[in-house]
C-alpha cells in the first residue's frame, strides 16, 4: 500500500488550504482513511479520520475548522482535509494515514507552516 499526499504550504494565520492523499495497492474495501500530525516538539496526534462508510472522527482542536472527506467512487481511495481558520499552532507535518484489517500505513508527510 503507498500514500501519495500533496498540498502542504505557508499560510497566513485565518487563511485555508485543503491537502490530498491518493492510497494505492491492495486495499481492502473497508478501511479508515485519516490525517494525523506532527509538529517540532510533539508526538504525533490524530487530526480527523474518515471510514468507507463516511464516519468521521476530529480532534477537538479542529472541530468547526476542519472538514475531512473522501473519495471511495471507482476503487479510489482518496482523502481530503479542508482547512480553515488557520492558526499558527496548526503549523506542522501532516501524515496521511490509511488503517486496513489490522494494519497501518503511512504517506511521506506534507508541511503547513501558517504564519504571517
Known amino acids: 500500500v503507498q500514500l501519495q499526499a500533496s498540498g502542504g504550504g505557508l499560510v497566513q494565520p485565518g487563511g485555508s488550504l485543503r491537502l490530498s492523499c491518493a492510497a494505492s495497492?491492495?486495499?481492502?474495501?473497508?478501511?479508515?482513511m485519516g490525517w494525523y500530525r506532527q509538529a517540532p516538539g510533539k508526538q504525533r496526534e490524530l487530526v480527523a479520520s474518515?471510514?468507507?462508510?463516511?464516519?468521521?472522527?476530529?480532534a477537538d482542536s479542529v472541530k468547526g475548522r476542519f472538514t475531512i472527506s473522501r473519495d471511495n467512487t471507482n476503487a479510489k481511495n482518496t482523502v481530503f482535509l479542508q482547512m480553515n481558520s488557520l492558526k499558527p499552532e496548526d503549523t506542522a507535518v501532516y501524515y496521511c494515514?490509511?488503517?486496513?484489517?489490522?494494519?497501518?500505513?503511512w504517506g511521506q508527510g506534507t508541511l503547513v507552516t501558517v504564519s504571517s
Open positions: 474518515v471510514s468507507t462508510g463516511g464516519t468521521t472522527n476530529y
Open positions: 494515514s490509511i488503517f486496513v484489517l489490522t494494519d497501518r500505513y
Open positions: 495497492g491492495s486495499i481492502f474495501r473497508t478501511n479508515v
